[in-house]
């Protein structure tokens, strides 16, 4: 069966890094898109990144220039390169997979979740 499963959070100051991997099996990877979001305390769960089938990257405004997605598709990963974190950045990333249906169609929104992983950056 399909799964996600979310590493590489942790704890870390402003100004650090980190990098999240989202480990993905049991579907035809990178058939199509994928994405990370991310759900502070009290807040709705927010787009953070996305990567299209062809490569093509989106980034929300807060994390442009900061973070960067990408996707290693001989390892079935899935990483988020987060760099210059800032405080409003806690977070639990989530990774998120478009997968293609039985007929061979993406149905352009996530339909996979993973479990989440807790990045908590301190002043």
């Known amino acids: 069966q399909v799964q996600l499963v979310e590493s590489g959070g942790g704890s870390v100051q402003a100004g650090g890094s980190l990098k999240l991997s989202c480990a993905a099996s049991g579907y035809r990877f990178s058939s199509c898109g994928m994405g990370w979001y991310r759900q502070a305390p009290g807040k709705e769960r927010e787009l953070v990144s996305t990567?299209?089938?062809?490569?093509?990257?989106n980034y929300a405004d807060s994390v442009k220039g900061r973070f960067t997605i990408s996707q290693d598709n001989a390892k079935n990963t899935l990483s988020l390169q987060m760099n210059s974190l800032k405080t409003e950045d806690t977070a639990v990333y989530y990774c998120a997979a478009d997968v293609l249906t039985p007929g061979g169609f993406c149905l352009y929104q996530y339909n996979y979740w993973g479990q989440g992983t807790q990045v908590t950056v301190s002043s």
């Open positions: 990567i299209s089938s062809d490569g093509t990257t």
